[in-house]
């Protein structure tokens, strides 16, 4: 199981010096007390009966996730019940990805956890291949809503989205726009998911507040519809995905060798259906507006300059407190 640190620091007295950063030290120092509430907490059960914990050890690793590693007896069993009573010790709105594979490495089960529903069941049968093709489509469904979500509730992001889309005068280049940045944050929500890049937030969410500043700066600077946008947009779209990344990560995916392609799929895909929903409803009321001379000349400036005042609260936040 990987759990992120800022989670763990929950859980567990890990931060001593309350400096925002577990060292190593302070996790060797906070590391049995946080086993024994991991293992109070996660209750594996073959046909219905706890299972014996054999052993528990964790890591802190070096993408700052605190990896657990569980034993428990059992003999043979039909069915496995799982449950995870972390996500209700964890703030609002937590989740933990949850993958069952079977002795084979096939995935049987792959379930969202949260406080609400904190429980899943996998059978191990002969007819887990069956169960695992609904299970996936369930597993599916669930990351397709939470990259919704997270692009909905992304002020951050969609600040960034407006800051592009105001001073676009035509569905050209706005497409060209929405598609550089679609192609931009795949990429690296891809390579930083499976490991292949990695940067740490105290980077990556300064940058993403830069971006945020930089394009305001350069809608009042380069005025209405600058040219070669795309271009830019595209550029830190690369960072943004970065920052969509590490929701995948702080719940695991990518830390381990299987269910990786259903999550990373359905969660981008969820993003994108997002953003298409805010720029449907946000493009036609530019549109219509920017045919007043009024708006181009005094409302889009001042929607850039509360922009660049937005973005550069959140890098100043970002740059003190990540």
């Known amino acids: 199981m990987t759990v992120a640190v800022k989670d763990a620091a929950q859980l567990a ?23 024994a509430i991991v293992a109070a907490q996660l209750v594996v059960a073959p046909d219905g009966k706890s299972a014996n914990l054999e052993s528990i050890c964790s890591r802190l690793d070096e993408s700052k996730n605190v990896d657990f590693y569980l034993t428990f007896r059992a003999t043979d069993f039909s069915t496995l019940e799982i449950q995870s009573k972390l996500t209700g010790s964890l703030p609002p709105g937590h989740r933990q990805y949850l993958v069952v594979q079977d002795s084979s490495g096939r995935t049987v089960t792959e379930r969202l956890l949260s406080a609400a529903m904190d429980f899943a069941m996998a059978p191990i049968t002969a007819e887990n291949a069956r169960f695992a093709s609904r299970e996936t489509v369930g597993s599916s469904a669930e990351f397709l809503a939470l990259g919704v979500k997270h692009i909905l509730t992304g002020y951050d992001h969609l600040l960034f989205l407006l800051g592009l889309l105001v001073v676009t005068r035509s569905f050209v280049s706005s497409l060209k726009i929405i598609s550089c940045f679609t192609a931009a944050h795949s990429i690296t929500l891809a390579v930083a998911t499976l490991s292949l890049v990695e940067i740490p937030s105290r980077f990556v969410e300064p940058l993403i507040a830069a971006s945020i500043v930089y394009v305001g700066v350069e809608n009042l600077l380069r005025g209405d519809n600058p040219k070669g946008r795309h271009l830019l947009t595209f550029s830190f779209g690369l960072i943004h ?23 990373l799929f359905s969660f981008n895909l969820g993003v994108e259906l997002g953003q298409l929903m805010i720029a449907a409803a946000a493009l036609p009321i530019i549109w219509k507006l920017s045919a007043s001379s009024v708006f181009i000349v005094r409302w889009a400036p001042a929607v850039s300059t509360l922009v660049v005042l937005l973005g550069g609260i959140w890098f100043i936040e970002r740059v003190w407190t990540i």
Do not use: K
């Not at 007295?13 to 086993?35: K, P, S």
């Not at 990344?245 to 695991?252: I, K, T």
């Open 13 to 35: 007295a890990l931060d001593n010096d309350h400096d925002g950063i577990v060292t190593q030290a302070e996790f060797a120092r906070g590391r049995l007390q946080l086993e």
């Open 241 to 263: 995905g970065f920052g969509f990344a590490s929701v995948l990560r702080e719940m695991g995916v990518g830390s381990h060798a299987g269910g990786v392609a259903v999550p």
